[in-house]
T-cell receptor
Framework: GAGVSQSPSNKVTEKGKDVELRCDPI?????LYWYRQSLGQGLEFLIY????????KSGLPSDRFSAERTGGSVSTLTIQRTQQEDSAVYLC???????????FGPGTRLTVL | AQSVTQPDIHITVSEGASLELRCNYS??????LFWYVQSPGQGLQLLLK??????LVQGIKGFEAEFKRSQSSFNLRKPSVHWSDAAEYFC???????????FGAGTRLFVKA
């Protein structure tokens, strides 16, 4: 039984470059979430997708951040023109339906030099 | 706006001692409440959740939490801590729809022999 997977597990990039982070949710889960966890900090909500509804983007910190979810499954979080303050672990989670337990992926550790 | 406060950044308890981790939330309606645990090198895992009904909820690994509406609290407890409980614990709240979830900053638990 596959859980939530994320790739890459680690990403090192130079300031100003664009990066794409991928999330494969658990099959059949309708909701998908992205969070950011900075060193020593809690989880910062970024965005969630629910079925075919418009995503809630209220947590995206700037217009350099965007996300899409294709076919109601795989999601990609894109950060354009990365800055050093973008360095963090980006976590993806999915849930079967609203209000239920979120299952988290292992995260992608992003380091911006 | 929703918010979650975990007043203790870190707590140290002796193995076998009892544990209580504090969580206070701010939300205008009846919230959905969660406790997650993040063990070193592992992803987040749900310990327990409260949606409605009995205000004392039981979770995995011997944990329980009590919802106290009058105090806007959802404290996590365990009667006897094991060394393997050393981890970071996050309290979270979501709206009635259950999608957008706000996490506290976390409490890191250290267990001493």
């Amino acid at each position: 039984g596959a859980g939530v997977s994320q790739s890459p597990s680690n990403k090192v990039t130079e300031k100003g470059k664009d990066v794409e982070l991928r999330c494969d949710p658990i099959s059949g889960h309708t909701a998908l979430y992205w969070y950011r966890q900075s060193l020593g900090q809690g989880l910062e909500f970024l965005i969630y997708f629910q079925g075919n509804s418009a995503p809630d983007k209220s947590g995206l910190p700037s217009d350099r951040f965007s996300a899409e979810r294709t076919g109601g499954s795989v999601s990609t979080l894109t950060i354009q023109r990365t800055q050093q303050e973008d360095s963090a672990v980006y976590l993806c989670a999915s849930s079967l339906e609203q209000g239920n337990e979120q299952f988290f992926g292992p995260g992608t550790r992003l380091t911006v030099l | 706006a929703q918010s979650v406060t975990q007043p203790d950044i870190h707590i140290t308890v002796s193995e076998g001692a009892s544990l209580e981790l504090r969580c206070n939330y701010s939300y205008g309606a009846t919230p959905y409440l969660f406790w997650y645990v993040q063990s070193p090198g592992q992803g987040l895992q749900l310990l327990l959740k409260y949606f409605s009904g009995d205000t004392l909820v039981q979770g995995i690994k011997g944990f329980e939490a009590e919802f106290k509406r009058s105090q806007s609290s959802f404290n996590l407890r365990k009667p006897s801590v094991h060394w393997s409980d050393a981890a970071e614990y996050f309290c979270a709240v979501s709206n009635t729809g259950g999608f957008k979830t706000i996490f506290g900053a976390g409490t890191r638990l250290f267990v001493k022999a």
